[in-house]
């Protein structure tokens, strides 16, 4: 029994240290998750889908944007197993003399926030002391800082994706080179570098070439955010958008830049400018950017300006298309820097998005899309806020934002970060998570939770902070719906976002909103499309023929060449869908209806008939367009029907009239020849005021279409 005993005992003891060993083997592999090498992140096209690969592995987009608990973050991001949270430092905070002065002067500090946030930063300035300049910004920069978040993700197994915000410099900058901050066009200055600013781009070089060489091989790095633009949603300050007013930016650097620009548009030819300008007094020395004009007094003086070409002032196209280049210059700066220094990690950015959105008004002028499509970035994502509003037209409307398809089918890894808003219940309201979480898997994108605690613009009020009951449904959701992918289409809307110059009298133009509306209301019908800018199918106009349908929905400018192009492809074989005033002046906003005759293939006069608040129906005519909607109402008296109707020579066109107006019914609303097909009120926007169902036969007038053009996917 004793031998037996011992046996037994010697056997447990043995047992014992197996336990001991495997308890080791499993407490290692729980700290396994730590981070010890560095990384190499890529974005690869791979089963239909733009995807993100770490060290050679396809990871899905999923992570936190963290703003004032940087730590809870990367916990959270730790217990939830997402990818990655995203930190974004700023200059001011990194940079040492900055962090001194306003430790050593808070009531200083505090005056100078307060006439900041009311655009009296010059005033401000005034109250800094001088400061002397540095050899290197890069000298002054406190790493400890991001030393200790890297370090700090890497022990719980967290990527990080860092963010620098340069351009809102330290004190000593903006002290030096104030003529150096953009300002908008009543003088008042903004808190933001110039765009191109030479100082600007010297200290700020300096400064994130010293975070990239620094950070670059370090295992918790996933990749950079560029963090461009006023808010780093590729924007201009402006418009009351967080403590920025007007239009910016007449600076004296930015028009110094703006003289070099137009001597080399205009080939150094001054009576060219004259001409352009009808100023014989201007010179290259002496320009100056125009001021924007005063909006409609009356409802009759908007409705002229809605149906008209817009701001035609030459002086003004010159100084948007500055605007517009400068921004992408800047932006390309410091991508291509980025890239320069660390060819093995991903860039991430917010960029310009398709259809019209309000940070595509004039003052932000955030439309440079496929700017971002040729550019080195290789994560794109926005930041709407979840709210009834957003997701109605996900559930509702079974529509997903049109940036996700463009930028994943121009080979960019996409992602939603979505903002908590104030005053939303979400636990009330759990289909909005449920509903966003699963668009973004369906549509094979990424989705990122935001940190919340950051005022509205506007109101003032915070940004809520989603619960972990909250966080949990968000990732659950996700990870448990199969991932889809979005397919390309026969159909196309051809955009031309260049247009938000000509029409800022509101933030949300009529005919700027209108093809944003239908690009829903399609998704609404069940009909998925594609998007493209005007930019990219001149430089390639074979892209066309890859479609069936190509709908010009209120281009009410258009150049020659884009014309041109549109005729040789309904040449070729493809239909033409003419909405509302697409081409009713040429580029210049001159020109009446001559774009248009040649787009319809028309010889005779066009005139208009200056009518709002009508409606219309279908006529009683034998034809597959009308095929289930004969003789149904069309539109109803509205006050958004405020497009005024271009009239011509039907008959002796060639045209089938196939909607007419009940005021009078010798006005055709829509109609067709071949391949061609006018419509000319309001589509989209018909959602505004009318139910899905009264719109129905608008939905199956488009279906029809479809089935004719044999566009159907």
């Not at 219940?425 to 509903?435: L, P, R, T, V």
């Not at 613009?457 to 809520?464: D, N, R, V």
């Not at 991932?483 to 000509?502: A, Q």
Request: hydrophobic share 40%; proline share 5%.
């Amino acid at each position: 029994m004793r031998y037996i005993s011992r046996k037994i005992l010697l056997v447990l003891i043995i047992a014992g240290l197996v336990v001991f060993s495997l308890s080791l083997v499993i407490f290692k592999k729980k700290n396994s998750a730590v981070l010890t090498k560095p990384v190499k992140s890529y974005v690869k096209k791979t089963n239909g889908n733009a995807k993100l690969f770490v060290d050679n592995k396809p990871v899905d987009l999923l992570g936190f944007y963290a703003t004032t608990e940087i730590k809870e973050y990367i916990d959270k991001a730790a217990e939830y197993k997402v990818l990655f949270c995203r930190i974004k430092v700023g200059w001011l905070m990194l940079d040492k003399v900055t962090q001194k002065f306003i430790e050593e002067n808070p009531k200083l500090v505090e005056r100078i926030k307060q006439l900041n946030s009311e655009g009296r930063l010059r005033e401000a300035i005034e109250l800094l002391p001088d400061f002397s300049l540095p050899e290197n910004a890069a000298d002054l920069i406190d790493f400890k800082r991001i030393d200790d978040i890297l370090d700090y993700a890497a022990k719980k197994g967290v990527y990080v994706v860092l963010g620098f915000y340069y351009l809102k410099p330290p004190f000593w900058w903006i002290k030096n080179f104030p003529d150096h901050l953009q300002r908008n066009d009543t003088g008042g200055l903004c808190y933001m570098a110039t765009f191109n600013s030479p100082a600007l781009l010297k200290y700020a070089d300096q400064v994130i070439e010293a975070i990239v060489k620094r950070y670059r091989n370090h295992p918790a790095l996933l990749g950079w955010d560029l963090c461009f633009g006023w808010t780093s949603e590729n924007n201009y300050p402006g418009a009351g958008y967080y403590s920025s007013w007007g239009i910016y930016d007449y600076s004296p650097i930015a028009i110094k830049r703006f003289r070099e620009w137009l001597k080399k548009t205009y080939n150094n030819d001054i009576e060219a400018l004259r001409k352009a300008w009808g100023n014989e007094s201007v010179t290259f020395d002496n320009a100056l950017p125009p001021q924007p004009l005063l909006s409609p007094k009356s409802y009759r003086e908007l409705v002229e300006f809605i149906n008209g070409p817009g701001d035609t002032r030459k002086q003004w196209l010159d100084w948007m298309l500055f605007r517009l280049e400068e921004k992408i210059t800047c932006m390309l700066h410091f991508a291509k820097l980025y890239k320069r220094l660390d060819p093995n990690h991903v860039l991430f950015q917010t960029p310009a998005t398709p259809l019209y959105s309000s940070l595509k008004y004039v003052a932000f002028l955030s439309i440079d899309y496929y700017s971002y499509a040729k550019s080195p970035i290789d994560v794109v994502h926005v930041h709407p806020g979840l709210s009834e509003k957003s997701v109605k037209k996900i559930i509702e409307y079974r529509c997903y934002p049109p940036f996700l398809k463009y930028f994943e089918h121009h080979g960019k890894a996409a992602l939603i970060k979505w903002e908590g808003r104030p005053g939303v219940d979400y636990d009330k309201h759990s289909e909005y998570i449920k509903a966003v979480a699963e668009m973004a898997r369906k549509t094979g994108t990424g989705l990122a939770i935001w940190g919340g605690h950051v005022p509205m613009p506007g109101s003032g009020l915070e940004q809520p902070e989603f619960t972990d009951e909250q966080i949990k449904l968000f990732i659950e959701t996700f990870k448990s719906t199969p991932e889809g992918e979005l397919k390309k289409t026969k159909i196309l809307i051809l955009d031309e976002p260049r247009l938000s110059f000509f029409t800022y009298y509101s933030k949300q133009p009529y005919k700027l909103s209108e093809i944003s509306a239908l690009w829903i209301l399609l998704h609404a019908a069940g009909i998925d499309c594609d998007v493209l800018p005007v930019d990219e199918v001149k430089d390639n106009p074979g892209l066309l023929s890859e479609y069936k349908l190509v709908i010009l929905d209120n281009m009410f400018r258009i150049d020659n060449s884009t014309v041109d192009i549109l005729v040789d492809y309904v040449k070729g074989g493809g239909w033409l869908f003419i909405v509302g005033r697409t081409g009713a002046y040429d580029w210049y906003g001159g020109r009446k209806f001559e774009q248009l005759k040649k787009l319809l293939n028309i010889s005779s006069v066009v005139a208009e008939v200056k009518v709002t608040k009508y409606s219309w129906k279908f006529t009683h005519e034998d034809d597959p367009l009308l095929e289930g909607i004969k003789g149904k109402r069309g539109d109803v008296k509205s006050p958004y029907n405020i497009l005024y109707i271009p009239v011509f020579d039907y008959k002796a066109e060639g045209y089938k009239v196939l909607g007419v107006l009940e005021q009078n019914s010798t006005v055709a609303t829509v109609g067709y020849k071949g391949r061609i097909v006018f419509w000319f009120p309001r589509l989209g926007l018909q959602i505004v005021d009318r139910d899905l169902d009264e719109i129905q036969p608008i939905i199956q007038f488009i279906k029809n279409l479809i089935k004719l053009a044999n566009a159907e996917t």
